[in-house]
């Protein structure tokens, strides 16, 4: 599959591009997926048209809630594969906004509902998180209508799972958990619907294959694209309908309106191995709107830490264009990780800016030379009490870079990081 990693060349969000979108392992749904029984107690409808109070801390919801989750964790497969036979008897036409790529889908889908809910108490994080996917399910044609379907049957697959714990107070829990969380995703889709298209079509005008594994795609979209330096977006390529992967922009914002990517082709990795292998200048592409906060604050004179693991260097480079456009002369610290010295593909450029930049500085970090994780080499530099840190790569090196610069003392307010899925809430 595609490996996830954080806004960097291969990686997924949280949920893929929402509760619609799969992941890249090809294969059939199981063959002993449940059937629904005609006694399931699922509710005829929920609305998701009343929005409701996010829970304070500790609330009584958000009790009920985990103890749901604490329950259904042991069997999650057999919660996944009831949800989508539930779904697909009940609502046969939803099946169509689903892709081949059935079984990671399920779990994916799941994954992104059980966290907003799991979350319910944290609700900046949380509501900035569903808008994402709320502005995401465009491009999939979700619709309104679509959110009551699956919340209805969200309920019937945890009531039959998580019988020690399920009563009618854990049942209103629920559904006044997923009426929230529904209703701002359906307004945050209304907001975007008016001011930009679901997609954009991109022409692929440059593919230049740095390794084996590693593209770099240069791409015209069929209008204006707005985004900053730092953001990633979803593609989808025309071998693979509707299957969509998330991809960081590798440049800062252009005057000819050209975007560019750093691609790499992972094993059974759908959407990444057609965008390596495949895709050659004149095919076109499909683009979801720009998401992401791993950008520059430019109202201060705070230096920039930035840590880009593999492909993930494609963002931290689009940063290092964003502060010289600015014509500042804050420091910038680059630590470019790689396995071996063949994989930094992209150092010619990266010492390229250096050259231009004097406030710039680029450390190569090759872990079979080194013998050191990325995130440990910056612990032989520094301080770093004035700068803001950004890390982009593999989920294991964000998580391990998150803790080391924890603790050289950044603090968490101060990281930036898009590897949502599995960070968004690493304080949990």
């Known amino acids: 599959m595609d490996a996830p990693t954080a806004a960097s060349g291969e990686h997924g969000m949280p949920g893929g591009d929402g509760w619609f979108a799969p992941r890249d392992t090809p294969s059939a749904p199981p063959p002993d997926a449940p059937v629904p029984h005609s006694d399931s107690p699922v509710p005829q409808r929920l609305s998701a048209h009343r929005p409701l109070p996010v829970a304070g801390e500790g609330s009584p919801d958000a009790v009920l809630i985990r103890r749901t989750m604490a329950e259904i964790g042991p069997v999650a497969d057999k919660v996944t594969s009831y949800f989508y036979a539930l779904l697909f008897v009940r609502h046969p036409e939803l099946r169509s906004l689903f892709p081949a790529a059935m079984d990671t889908q399920r779990e994916r889908l799941l994954k992104a509902l059980l966290t907003a809910a799991q979350h319910f108490d944290d609700t900046l994080a949380l509501v900035e998180y569903l808008q994402h996917l709320g502005r995401g399910h465009r491009k999939s044609g979700t619709r309104a209508e679509h959110y009551p379907a699956v919340g209805e049957c969200?309920?019937?697959?945890?009531?039959?799972?998580?019988?020690?714990?399920?009563?009618?107070?854990?049942?209103?829990?629920?559904?006044?958990?997923?009426?929230?969380?529904?209703?701002?995703?359906?307004?945050?889709?209304?907001?975007?619907?008016?001011?930009?298209?679901?997609?954009?079509?991109?022409?692929?005008?440059?593919?230049?294959?740095?390794?084996?594994?590693?593209?770099?795609?240069?791409?015209?979209?069929?209008?204006?694209?707005?985004?900053?330096?730092?953001?990633?977006?979803?593609?989808?390529?025309?071998?693979?309908?509707?299957?969509?992967?998330?991809?960081?922009?590798?440049?800062?914002?252009?005057?000819?309106?050209?975007?560019?990517?750093?691609?790499?082709?992972?094993?059974?990795?759908?959407?990444?191995?057609?965008?390596?292998?495949?895709?050659?200048?004149?095919?076109?592409?499909?683009?979801?709107?720009?998401?992401?906060?791993?950008?520059?604050?430019?109202?201060?004179?705070?230096?920039?830490?930035?840590?880009?693991?593999?492909?993930?260097?494609?963002?931290?480079?689009?940063?290092?264009?964003?502060?010289?456009?600015?014509?500042?002369?804050?420091?910038?610290?680059?630590?470019?990780?790689?396995?071996?010295?063949?994989?930094?593909?992209?150092?010619?450029?990266?010492?390229?800016?250096?050259?231009?930049?004097?406030?710039?500085?680029?450390?190569?970090?090759?872990?079979?030379?080194?013998?050191?994780?990325?995130?440990?080499?910056?612990?032989?530099?520094?301080?770093?009490?004035?700068?803001?840190?950004?890390?982009?790569?593999?989920?294991?090196?964000?998580?391990?870079?998150?803790?080391?610069l924890r603790r050289v003392g950044i603090p968490s307010s101060r990281i930036r990081h898009d590897a949502v899925e599995d960070l968004l809430f690493v304080a949990d």
């Open 154 to 404: 969200l309920i019937g697959a945890l009531s039959r799972y998580a019988t020690a714990c399920w009563s009618p107070d854990t049942e209103a829990a629920w559904v006044r958990a997923y009426t929230t969380i529904s209703q701002v995703m359906i307004d945050a889709a209304a907001a975007d619907e008016l001011q930009a298209p679901a997609w954009w079509h991109a022409e692929v005008v440059a593919h230049d294959l740095r390794t084996p594994d590693v593209a770099v795609l240069t791409v015209r979209p069929d209008q204006p694209y707005p985004f900053l330096a730092g953001q990633y977006t979803s593609v989808e390529t025309p071998w693979w309908p509707r299957v969509w992967r998330h991809y960081s922009f590798a440049s800062a914002p252009r005057s000819d309106g050209l975007l560019t990517f750093h691609v790499k082709a992972v094993p059974a990795g759908w959407v990444s191995s057609a965008l390596v292998r495949h895709a050659r200048p004149g095919d076109v592409i499909r683009l979801g709107p720009p998401a992401g906060s791993m950008t520059v604050d430019h109202t201060t004179a705070s230096g920039l830490l930035c840590l880009g693991g593999g492909t993930g260097i494609a963002p931290i480079k689009a940063l290092v264009e964003d502060v010289a456009e600015h014509g500042t002369r804050r420091p910038v610290e680059v630590f470019y990780g790689a396995r071996t010295g063949h994989d930094l593909y992209d150092i010619d450029t990266m010492l390229g800016l250096q050259r231009s930049h004097p406030w710039l500085s680029v450390r190569a970090v090759v872990d079979e030379q080194a013998r050191l994780g990325l995130p440990d080499a910056v612990r032989g530099y520094g301080p770093w009490d004035e700068y803001d840190a950004y890390l982009s790569g593999p989920p294991g090196m964000i998580r391990s870079g998150v803790d080391a």
